[in-house]
């Protein structure tokens, strides 16, 4: 059987006040056209199909028109979606009776049985072949938020971490319940919404889960009979722990722009007899293109940076949503407080989006804070806030304890625990 691996849709991000739309549209029409070019027998997305807890009408609609005419075309895909920590587990699992009459499993939250315990059969989902039978099964394991997790059997034993021994009983759990049905020749395979250790982020669009990357998981909480373990938090595409099976798809779009320089893809996996036989990562065309002036994290002088701006080889015919996302970076020895509209100018008429100004202040003797330009809420991460708060407070930096106890904080309010 072939199983296509993907996570981090994000439906419904903005990049600095533009709407992604467009791209997540035709994004999801190339999605459809692989599933037909592969003879995709089963689709999983793991998390984070949305970008918020609430997504816009306009998203909501863009997932459930994909799932629609994915199965109208292809009535057999079995589609597998899980909740990220971008998601709203419930509102994910609502239509959960309509989904599956559609053939769609959707998993937002853990499920329990009628004692109110938790269900690792809930998890198990059969993925079929060609010919409808079944091929693997599957467990649709979720984010998991520390409440999720049970509580540790030795409070006392200092030695290991209550998080992660917790993910690791859950995983535990739900695969002695795959292996209690799973027959002669097919796979076990697992997914995840999660951030393992030694995994590669992007800072910038990633929030920090389960109490933080200082809890990275270990991929010794995967069984190793495992035959795939399909997962989804980091938007760069990896493999874990040098293990070819255990992936991060990574994100279809960049979804910030230090994303711009690595590829976008989709795994394409194929299954036999219990194991993994093959796989391919499918290339994502980039709908946007990204432009970074002068690019790879450098900074220009303001001449050098406008030269570039209007040297740039600029398609005309393309459409509005279609034009590329422009980022400057300069370095100034003093103020320029005309930079913004002079970058600006150098842009006007043509089929370009300014998304971002950076500017980096040296050489001019000057104390930093006489001339350091306004730093714009929205360009830090929540973290970066409590960090400059602590530090105006107190002397150096957060203990990793009070910080664990932020992140718990900061993840409960995001998920609307």
């Not at 816009?56 to 990220?84: C, E, H, M, N, T």
């Not at 989006?353 to 006489?370: E, M």
Request: glycine share 8%.
């Amino acid at each position: 059987m072939r199983l296509l691996h993907t996570a981090d849709w994000h439906l419904g991000q903005t990049l600095h006040g533009i709407a992604r739309d467009p791209e997540h549209t035709r994004f999801l029409d190339w999605l459809l056209d692989r599933i037909a070019e592969h003879e995709v027998d089963a689709l999983v997305i793991a998390g984070d199909v949305f970008d918020g807890q609430n997504p816009p009408i306009p998203s909501l609609s863009l997932f459930y028109r994909f799932l629609a005419r994915a199965k109208a075309r292809f009535p057999q895909l079995d589609v597998v979606v899980l909740a990220g920590n971008h998601d709203s587990a419930s509102r994910l699992d609502a239509p959960g009776p309509l989904m599956d009459a559609l053939g769609v499993r959707v998993v937002g939250a853990l499920p329990v049985s009628s004692d109110g315990r938790f269900d690792p059969a809930g998890l198990v989902v059969p993925l079929h072949d060609r010919d409808g039978n079944v091929a693997a099964r599957c467990v649709a394991m979720p984010h998991l938020r520390p409440a999720d997790l049970p509580p540790p059997d030795n409070p006392e034993d200092e030695a290991s971490d209550p998080l992660i021994e917790g993910v690791r009983h859950l995983y535990d759990r739900a695969s002695e319940a795959a292996r209690a049905v799973l027959r002669p020749g097919e796979a076990l395979v697992l997914t995840g919404h999660c951030y393992m250790r030694g995994g590669a982020l992007s800072d910038v669009s990633e929030r920090k889960i389960l109490g933080g990357n200082l809890h990275a998981l270990p991929v010794e909480i995967f069984p190793e009979d495992a035959a795939y373990v399909a997962l989804g938090h980091l938007h760069r595409a990896q493999s874990v722990g040098g293990l070819e099976h255990v992936r991060y798809s990574g994100s279809p779009l960049p979804l910030a722009l230090d994303e711009e320089p690595y590829p976008h893809q989709v795994m394409l996996v194929e299954l036999a007899e219990g194991r993994m036989v093959g796989r391919s990562a499918l290339p994502v065309p980039r709908f946007v293109a990204i432009r970074r002036i002068p690019g790879g994290g450098r900074f220009a002088t303001p001449d050098v940076a406008l030269d570039a701006l209007r040297r740039m080889d600029l398609d005309e015919t393309l459409p509005r949503e279609s034009w590329p996302f422009v980022e400057v970076s300069v370095e100034l020895p003093e103020p320029r407080p005309a930079l913004r509209e002079e970058v600006e100018a150098a842009l006007a008429g043509r089929p370009a989006r300014l998304v971002k100004l950076a500017v980096r202040l040296t050489g001019d003797g000057a104390a930093l804070a006489d001339h350091a330009p306004t730093v714009e809420l929205a360009a830090l991460a929540p973290e970066d806030v409590f960090h400059r708060l602590y530090r105006r407070q107190h002397q150096g930096d957060p203990t990793p304890d009070l910080l664990a106890a932020f992140h718990e904080l900061l993840v409960s309010v995001q998920e609307g625990v």
